[in-house]
């Protein structure tokens, strides 16, 4: 039976897998340097992923076979202290990999972002393979973790996984210092029934995808024969294609009156050198991927 330590946990894609494993009766340890909510459905213990000694004894007290790293700085707040993000992210990584080397661990999931990609990556329509130049930390990051995930696999056998995500959209979780998080905000807004001020300019088209599908995506990339994957690094995924002012007219549609003003921050530079596309078919060639939820299923979620 799997046996799941969570790192990260009380954040947007930690909440959801821990409902995920909870309705499946599957043993969970959910860590994080923040309190968790009364009503946590796992075990809990607090554990900054920085003290590797902590992690390790966590993992072999709970004897745990299966690893969800999820820890990160993200894009935007990354930009705030670079040097603390660098070290958060690939540190927390390279703890995750020695002690799942050391402890025998049978896979470990870790989220790559569509951040890894650039200017040079043909943004309209990004490949799985293109040329990289992330411009942000959180992008060198996710790119250097992939190239560690292959090498661990290749020099250890170390089973990683990865996805490269696009935003995700969630409404149960505050935004996490992301760049595609105008997408929540302005949702919520409109939840809300209050206006909205866009940190990115109006036709800023960016990949997104809804919480389920980010969630069933990992599920169905972790349960998969390694035999059948060809990529040790991380696989593209994606949902659907949006700007803000085409999400602003679809809320509208749905007769709901909100008002979004533009003023572009740092963040819509980040977004310059984000893909606008991108190409996940060898993930549908290699195990089966394919998003159940559209531009329209998703707000049918959120609304309704």
Avoid at 165 to 194: C, F, H, R
Wanted: charge should be neutral; proline fraction near 4%; charged fraction near 25%.
């Amino acid at each position: 039976m799997e046996r799941i330590l969570i790192t990260g946990a009380l954040g947007q894609l930690g909440h959801e897998f821990i409902k995920y494993f909870n309705n499946k009766d599957i043993f969970v340890l959910a860590t994080d340097i923040k309190d968790p909510p009364k009503n946590l459905p796992c075990l809990f213990e607090f554990a900054d992923v920085l003290n590797k000694e902590r992690i390790d004894l966590l993992v072999k007290k709970y004897k745990i076979n299966t690893v969800y790293h999820l820890v990160a700085v993200l894009s935007a707040n990354g930009e705030k202290n670079p040097y603390n993000s660098w070290k958060v992210n690939m540190e927390s990584f390279q703890n995750i990999i020695e002690i799942s080397v050391n402890n025998k661990i049978k896979k470990v999931f870790w989220p790559s972002s569509i951040a890894v990609f650039g200017t040079e990556s043909n943004l309209d329509f990004v490949s799985q393979n293109p040329a990289m130049n992330p411009e942000t930390i959180y992008g060198v990051s996710k790119l250097a973790g992939e190239k560690l995930a292959n090498y661990y696999f290749n020099r250890f056998e170390l089973d990683i996984r990865s996805l490269r995500y696009p935003g995700i959209i969630s409404i149960d979780t505050l935004p996490g210092g992301g760049t595609t998080d105008y997408i929540i905000e302005m949702l919520n807004s409109a939840k809300n029934k209050s206006d909205y001020t866009c940190f990115l300019n109006k036709e800023t088209r960016l990949p997104m995808m809804y919480i389920d599908d980010a969630i069933e995506a990992a599920i169905k990339l972790m349960s998969v024969d390694r035999k059948k994957l060809t990529i040790s690094s991380s696989y593209n995924v994606t949902g659907f294609s949006i700007t803000p002012f085409e999400l602003a007219n679809e809320i509208k549609s749905r007769g709901i009156d909100i008002t979004v003003d533009y003023k572009p921050d740092f963040r819509q530079e980040i977004a310059n050198s984000w893909p606008k596309d991108i190409d996940d078919s060898i993930s549908n060639k290699d195990w089966g991927w394919s998003c159940n939820f559209s531009l329209k299923k998703t707000l049918d979620k959120v609304f309704n």
